[in-house]
């Protein structure tokens, strides 16, 4: 059991998290990033990503998160296998962490970057049968249904990004989507439309998953029609859920206030938790955009501002506002 310390404590180990480190580290934070149960965070579990900016062709999400790792550790962060499991904010900063392994992690500044989770639908069976013929990752289970009929839940990028995914895999891609429209982004419900493997079939809850974990485990799925009532059966090998995500914030419950949605707030236009000298970054305080891209704009402006924390200055944006009107 031994104690870290640090000037700049990272949790969270995906876009976020590792921009804040490559800033922090170019700052002379020496900051240490624990890396959480997922390392890379979600582009690990997802194949092209063709919107983040540098790259002409194609790139894969975990390759994106292996050279963003080695740049952090290029510039002199500490990277740590370890998942923080209780979090001490009470007095303010140093800020203390505990990792699973026993070890100790204090820093001057905490930048919290733990990011979001897959939601799930909460009906019978998806949780029986889950690895059994349910899953929220088509990229990490769709090699097993090669040659398989299989559905995807949900109408947004991530739903109609599994269903072509999953065309690699299967011939017959099922989209369920409970309304009439997807509100996933023009560009991807044009492939999704024009493919030949994909039928999408509108208005349908998905009211349980039916079959034997024990044996041959999905076999259907139980369907109520949202217009007419009407109820169905849909057969399939694997059911792929995506409808979304919710943030990481159980290690921050009682001590940082969140939304509705269960996301950090944060001071409207900055990484400011309510705690000075903590920040969040990424997914986890940002519900709109949710973006590799972003979460990585983000993470640099919480590591800017964790550097002039510990420098004992501030930045008052308001004051500057008021200075640049001044000014005119
Ligand atoms: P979204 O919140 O955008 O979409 C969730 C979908 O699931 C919606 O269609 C919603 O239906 C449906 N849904 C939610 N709850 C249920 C439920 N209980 N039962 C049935 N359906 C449900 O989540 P995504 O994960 O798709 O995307 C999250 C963010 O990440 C977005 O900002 C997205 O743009 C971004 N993203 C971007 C990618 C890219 O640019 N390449 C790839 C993947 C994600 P309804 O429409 O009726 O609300």
Redesign the pocket.
Known sequence: MATHKTRMLIIGSGPAGLSAAIYGARAMMEPIVVQGLQPGGQLTITTDVE?YPGFRDVVQGPWLMQEMQAQAEHVGTRMMWDTIVRVDLEGGSPFRAYGDSGDIYEGDTLVIATGAQA?W?GVPGEMELGGKGVSACATCDGFFYRGKKVAV???????V?EALYLTNHSDDVTLI???DS??A?RILQDRLFNHPKITVLWNQ?VEGFEGDPLAGGLTHLSLKDRVTGQLSKFHCDGAFV????APSTELFKGQLPVDEGGYLIVEPGTPKTAIPGVFACGDVMDHT???AVTAAGTGCMAALDAERFVSGLSIDLHGHAEAAEAAE
């Open positions: 919107n939601k639908l839940i949900g109408g947004g990028n991530t739903a990004e989507h409970r309304r997807l509100r982004e809850v995506a409808i979304g995500h955009y949710r973006q």
